[in-house]
């Protein structure tokens, strides 16, 4: 059974900066692309980064260009997200997923979560 979780999430200034791990069970973590996606109070989950299973290709949502930045390690099966210029817009619970077909930006192609880590952003 795969099992994602997270950690890295907390308390920061607005401008300041924080580094999100996702770290994934299982021997087949290079073979699927990852996603990571945040939630906020009373808002639908929201799409925030995408990478490839080489990590060679990544996306974001426009929001977060320049600002964010998702990565991984295949050998230590774990992906991250640097997120820096951290806004109070950026306040949400933040999640790792495992990517399973279809579009990238949509909750519906991920098949496993984690189990979100909180990320609040004073202003």
């Known amino acids: 059974q795969v099992q994602l979780v997270e950690s890295g999430g907390g308390l920061v200034q607005a401008g300041g900066s924080l580094r999100l791990s996702c770290a994934a069970s299982?021997?087949?973590?290079?073979?699927?692309?990852m996603g990571w996606f945040r939630q906020a109070p009373g808002k639908e989950r929201e799409f925030v980064a995408h990478?490839?299973?080489?990590?060679?290709?990544?996306d974001y949502v426009d929001s977060v260009k320049g600002r964010f930045t998702i990565s991984r390690d295949n050998a230590k099966n774990t992906v991250y997200l640097q997120m820096n210029g951290l806004k109070s817009e950026d306040t949400a619970v933040y999640y790792c997923a495992r990517f399973r077909g279809g579009s990238y930006y949509s909750p519906n192609s991920y098949d496993y979560w984690g189990q979100g880590t909180q990320v609040t952003v004073a202003s």
């Open positions: 990478i490839t299973r080489n990590g060679g290709t990544t």
């Open positions: 299982g021997p087949t973590f290079s073979n699927y692309r």
